[in-house]
């Protein structure tokens, strides 16, 4: 004999005939109401396919909440993946700006090296043309004066007194 705790609905064949196969002798008048077993079965089954529909809704209820709360972080992920893509732009364009101010930077420093060094050229030669028209000069004043300057070195023409023609012996060397 098969046997199921609890509910009335899952006796087996053999109880039911054992049940109503002992009293064969007398037959039981069918009723318009049903049994308390049959009433409790129904019950049953109705509660159970209403547990079975209230589960459906849950999850239905919970699989669309899903499904929107994924679609929510699908659209949010869409715009932090657009602001994200954005912002690299932005770094890239930062970037190459940068660059281009530094090469920028770089040519400017250089034309300026550049240009210190030929204004340091420019005022060499114009010290050095100056120094040759002192030279020249002294050497038209040593001329008419009639005698010929001889300074050991070009650089003692521009010292202090060296050119006055006052001075007790300004061509002598030292």
Known sequence: MQKKLGFPISKSLDQFKSLYGSISA??????????ADSVSSGSFANLKLTAAEKDKETLEYKLSASSEALDSLNKQMDGLSLKIDSAQEAIRSRDNE???????????????RDEQCRVANVIQ???ILYMIFLFCTSLMQSIKGGGHPHPSNIGDLFSEGSLNPYAEDPYAFD
């Open 26 to 35: 007398t037959p039981k008048p069918l009723s318009s109401r049903p049994s």
């Open 98 to 112: 940068l660059e281009k101010l530094k090469f920028g930077t770089e040519e400017r420093e250089k034309f300026h």
């Open 125 to 127: 030669e114009k010290v």
